[in-house]
């Protein structure tokens, strides 16, 4: 069931935090006015159903070229923007691909959409007054063997010829009591975390320290930035990094869907690479990131956006449809929160991360997602450990 409209006037930034991508000008300046909800199962197009409510309350996304003639002062009582989550799941429904398992955490909507409303004075954070915040033992999905065996089987898969390249992604939960918030504040403020924030509802919070842009339109350009290749920040990972020819290759690869993906939006001019296997750290880690983009140069809608991209290249593999199949049949347990889109649709840009780095807590449990891009040269231990490097940084965090 679509719900178009939700309570009014309740702010979402306290005690939890801003939500991914929000204008530092909206920040504790804005209240919750609607919302929108789309779970897996639910009729209609997930895509035009979104894009008809954000239009619906005045957010001009039928068209996204035309973003340098949308600047505007927002008064008081006006709508300031959307922040916008959209699932691995819903992302496949966009895309036509394959399902995988359902989420571990059903209650977490596949598409959600805030639209808020601006105001000049700062909304006063409110007192956290909830019980102390113990996390318990966190349990994996699938045991390292079990990974190191998905692992070996998208290299079969690899050497078959049915894919070039699947990422695999594992997932774990930890119960908890307390108060999740400054936990959750916690992961948002990791190092590196282009967008870092917090977006909620009544019976769940999620988290995100996301350093990667999805897809971002802004002054008539379309731009993603696809990260693949990670090593310790050291001085020897990062020369480990440079160097490694499996690494840049399955960069490569994955730059080069994306290009594909932006090729494909109706209305684009010529796609071209800015910027090729630039090293940038992540929270202790070095991780290789690319800039891709192009020219709005006709009409572009939200929803074309939304199907061109979703679900992210660098999480599914390539060809992006058969590697989410291997996904679908590999991975025990539904993605849930993770390798989706959340960020901020504005009167002049969409800016929306790649949901990885991204943890949720559900009231009871609290849920963290890693894993990494397969290729024929992968080792399967190396591609567990790589994994687990990625998780760690989320796991101290909540646990701090």
Not at 168 to 179: I, R, S
Not at 269 to 280: I, K, N, S
């Amino acid at each position: 069931m679509v719900h178009g409209t939700g309570s009014v006037g309740h702010p979402v930034t306290a005690p939890f935090g801003a939500p991914p991508a929000a204008p530092t000008a909206c920040q504790a300046r804005h209240h919750a006015l609607r919302t929108f909800r789309w779970h897996r199962g639910d009729p209609g197009d997930p895509a035009e159903l979104l894009s008809g409510f954000l239009a619906g309350n005045g957010l001009p996304v039928r068209n996204l070229g035309r973003t340098d003639d949308k600047k505007k002062t927002f008064g008081d009582g006006t709508i300031c923007g959307a922040a916008l989550y959209v699932s691995a799941d819903a992302g496949c429904v966009m895309a036509g691909a394959e399902l995988g398992p359902p989420s571990p955490v059903p209650c977490v909507p596949d598409v959600y959409a805030v639209v808020y409303e601006h105001f000049s004075k700062k909304v006063e954070k409110s007192v956290q007054t909830g019980s102390e915040w113990k996390l318990g033992a966190w349990q994996d999905s699938w045991t390292r063997a079990e990974h190191a065996h998905a692992v070996e089987q998208v290299r079969a898969a690899i050497a078959r010829g049915d894919v070039y390249q699947v990422n695999v992604v594992g997932h774990a939960a930890a119960p908890y009591t307390g108060d999740p918030s400054a936990a959750l504040r916690r992961v948002a403020a990791l190092a590196g975390a282009r967008y870092g924030g917090v977006l909620r509802d009544e019976a769940w919070a999620l988290a995100t320290a996301s350093p990667e842009t999805l897809v971002e339109v802004r002054d008539g350009r379309v731009i993603t930035r696809p990260i693949k290749g990670t090593r310790p920040a050291t001085a020897q990972g990062r020369r480990e990094l440079l160097a490694s020819a499996k690494e840049r290759a399955e960069h490569i690869m994955i730059v080069d869907l994306e290009r594909n993906d932006l090729a494909r939006l109706p209305g684009t001019g010529p796609v071209r690479v800015d910027e090729l296997f630039a090293v940038r750290e992540w929270s202790g880690l070095w991780q290789a990131e690319s800039v891709v983009s192009a020219p709005l140069d006709g009409d572009v809608g939200l929803a074309d956006l939304l199907r061109a991209v979703c679900p992210g290249g660098s999480v599914t593999g390539a060809p992006k449809l058969a590697a989410l199949a291997q996904i679908a049949a590999l991975e025990p347990v539904g993605r849930g929160v993770s390798m989706g889109a959340l960020g901020w649709i504005g009167h002049d840009h969409v800016d929306l991360g790649l949901s990885i780095r991204t943890v949720v807590a559900d009231g009871t449990r609290v849920h963290a997602w890693a894993g990494g891009g397969i290729t024929a040269d992968s080792d399967a231990i190396a591609e567990v450990d790589e994994a687990a490097a990625k998780a760690g940084p989320l796991r101290s965090a909540l646990s701090s």
